[in-house]
């Protein structure tokens, strides 16, 4: 089974700074995709990034980057001018490959906190 | 407002108690799930719905009981729950079934059994 593991339980970022989330995942596959969500206190989850694992470029999202080394099956998150908005749970998540029986695995969340 | 709505926003029942979950979207997906969200673990899959259909219950107790009327509802039913089935219940659906993108999440139900 696909397990992912965020390795950092909390983190703290100041304001304007940059600060990265790690994430890793066990996989056999090789077609598959990853994801970070933000879980805000209104629990909402919203879907910041995702990745295509047969993409080699990082995905970019404004603010949001990731890391995506495939050999080292790692995720990592990087969140650049952080704003006291970004304060939340971020869950890193991996889908396998297109077919009905693949469903999202998370990981265990890291929260981040954003100082001013 | 994210297109899936689910009500109530907090519960809290006795063990003796039955109640009900909802979740409702118009987003125009066939694919619906019920994930649980405890303290210090990760989200757990509970169930899953295509097209009205449960296509995956991942050992879930028996006091669980999803319902799907259509594609655009999505309900759990509760009976003598534990203390320990304190949680988050977070429903999302996906266009369908089998895609990579498009999970999108209410906002949880936050179940407190006494």
């Known amino acids: 089974a696909q397990t992912v593991t965020q390795s950092q339980p909390e983190m703290s970022v100041q304001e304007a700074e940059t600060v990265t989330l790690s994430c890793t995942y066990d996989?056999?596959?090789?077609?598959?995709?990853l994801f970070w969500y933000k879980q805000p206190p209104s629990r909402q989850m919203i879907l910041v990034i995702r990745q295509e694992a047969y993409k080699q470029q990082n995905a970019t999202e404004n603010r949001f980057s990731v890391n995506f080394q495939k050999a080292a099956k790692s995720f990592s998150l990087k969140i650049s001018d952080s704003q006291l908005g970004d304060a939340a749970m971020y869950f890193c998540a991996y889908r396998g490959p297109n077919n009905a029986g693949n469903m999202l695995t998370f990981g265990g969340g890291t929260r981040l906190m954003v100082k001013p | 407002e994210t297109g899936v709505t689910q009500t109530p926003r907090h519960l809290v029942m006795g063990m003796t108690n039955k109640k009900s979950l909802k979740c409702e979207q118009h987003?125009?997906?066939?694919?619906m799930y019920w994930y649980k969200q405890s303290a210090k673990k990760p989200l757990e899959l509970m169930f899953v719905y295509s097209l009205e259909e449960r296509v995956e219950n991942n050992s879930v107790p028996s006091r669980f009981s999803p319902e799907c009327p259509n594609s655009s509802h999505l309900f759990l039913h509760l009976h003598t729950l534990q203390p320990e089935d304190s949680a988050l219940y977070l429903c999302?659906?996906?266009?369908?079934?089998?895609?990579?993108?498009?999970?999108?999440f209410g906002s949880g139900t936050r179940l407190t059994v006494v």
């Open positions: 999302a659906s996906s266009q369908y079934l089998g895609r990579a993108y498009g999970y999108t």
């Open positions: 996989t056999s596959e090789s077609d598959y995709y």
């Open positions: 987003l125009g997906h066939n694919a």
